[in-house]
DNA sequence: GTCAAGCGTTTGTCCTGACATTTAGACCTG
DNA sequence: CAGGTCTAAATGTCAGGACAAACGCTTGAC
């Protein structure tokens, strides 16, 4: 069957977006794009707009919408950006099959944990201030022997212990309350006081646990231990944090979603 | 000293792009925006651009260089999803400090080594077909039983051993040579082919070598291993692969970048 | 029958213009 | 001298138009 006048449902890629119901607010402060993007987001996490099908031609989604083109555009490339669709010249803006999730983020363990319905709790082993050492001063761009704080602490998920974080930072960046420590997680604590957190440099690998984190983890001496070492930076390229953390690998592993550069 | 003419140089963040040389190609097929973006991310590879310092307002960039507003931003805005640089509304747009250097790629293992010298061999243990498990017939999204290709592979660096690798795809997808599997990576076949790679989801943990896996790495039985997991896919959200990868935790670490989702 | 050329469709790139919002600093006032 | 207020400057948002390039499909020629 070759050719059919096809009113609609070309195979199995139809332009489903028609029969979406789509409309922006233009007395909202939301940027339009922005509304648009995630009245579409919302589309494609519901399945209201199929894997696979098409999004229509620009032009008339954005007569149908009363917007631009660059605004569509705009719209539409932050999904592209995020994995959610796939462009191609000549042929149209598809919505992508695969089960995207996050593309990974600068997420905590404490956040981690408490989306995956975990109930996360903390316990603070040490709060204290102590001189850098060689390798810390480097990772935090300060003098070696100059004051850093130091926070220890068990994260323990479900009552059980699932890591030991151990975090240095600038002492002059954050008055680390320990009760407060306990009771959030470290990140949250940094933007609280107005810190934007940028990017970090992350080092994952593993070894074998030795008796004292063996014991603090519940784990046999000699048990194989996931290792992150993280510096993070600031949106001025300010090192604000360098965490040297180690996980239980019989209970954790860290999953994530990475896109291709293009 | 409260007020000075400031001829230049206001305090440490001085606008230095004027003294580059900038400028674009108006009869190359490449881009406009992409020209600008390249000249301008190797002017701060290079320290021609200082950390810290605004880059100057975007109408007057526009002009001196004989382009639009809107083209400049989107040299500037490529710049800014990579990470380096910053831009503040009412301030302008700054280089930052931090030494960013990939926001985490979908890179292979293959790729990895050679970027850092290692010279990367590869010895094919196996190359066979298969029919899938239920946990590959999972992540593939095929029926169990199929037939699946399996790929098994010792990565070494400096004729050290690194790595155990078990890849699994779709037979129909890549006719793999056994010979040409040896000379370069997997990732480099499937792009050869034309297969576009997309998102890939990954879980990395860590456990302990069992009597085979040491002897292929030439580690002791019961050491850390570094455990990965990934399954990717191409822009059609079709699976390509399941890899089941094993590291030798001694002598190997992910090491990666990444960017906060703003 | 097969392959190549042509055509329409769709996204990619680029331009010009306008107004809104936010920030930092200077200014003025109490 | 401290405080809020106003202003200039920069990026953020949005519109509307034009042409180029790539893709898929149809048509045509051999």
Do not use: W
């Not at 983020?105 to 408490?114: Q, T």
């Amino acid at each position: 069957m070759p050719k059919q006048p096809e009113p609609e449902q070309p195979g199995g890629a139809a332009p489903q977006a028609a029969a979406l119901r789509l409309g922006v607010d233009r007395t909202s402060p939301v940027p339009l794009y922005f509304q648009l993007s995630q009245q579409l987001e919302a589309a494609i996490e519901q399945g209201r707009l199929a894997p696979g099908s098409l999004l229509g031609n620009e032009i008339e989604l954005a007569a149908r919408l009363g917007l631009s083109r660059p605004t569509v555009r705009q719209a539409i490339q932050s999904l592209v950006d995020k994995g959610l669709l796939v462009r191609r010249r000549g042929v149209g803006t598809q919505v992508l099959h695969s089960k995207v999730r996050r593309p990974l983020e600068l997420s905590s363990l404490y956040d981690d944990l408490e989306a995956a319905g975990q109930r996360p709790t903390t316990r603070v082993l040490r709060n204290t201030v102590e001189p850098a050492t060689a390798r810390i001063a480097a990772a935090l761009g300060v003098a070696e022997g100059a004051d850093v704080r130091l926070v220890e602490r068990l994260r323990y998920a479900h009552d059980e212990p699932m890591a030991r974080l151990r975090n240095h930072l600038p002492v002059e960046l954050l008055d680390c309350d320990t009760a407060q420590l306990e009771s959030t997680g470290l990140y949250r604590m940094m933007r609280a006081v107005g810190i934007t957190l940028h990017s970090a440099r992350q080092s994952v690998g593993a070894r074998a646990a030795d008796a004292e984190e063996a014991r603090l983890l519940g784990e046999a001496p000699g048990a194989p231990l996931l290792a992150m070492e993280r510096t993070t930076f600031d949106d001025t390229g300010r090192a604000v944090e360098f965490g040297d953390h180690i996980y239980r690998a019989s209970r954790y592993a860290f999953e994530f979603q990475l896109l291709v550069r293009p």
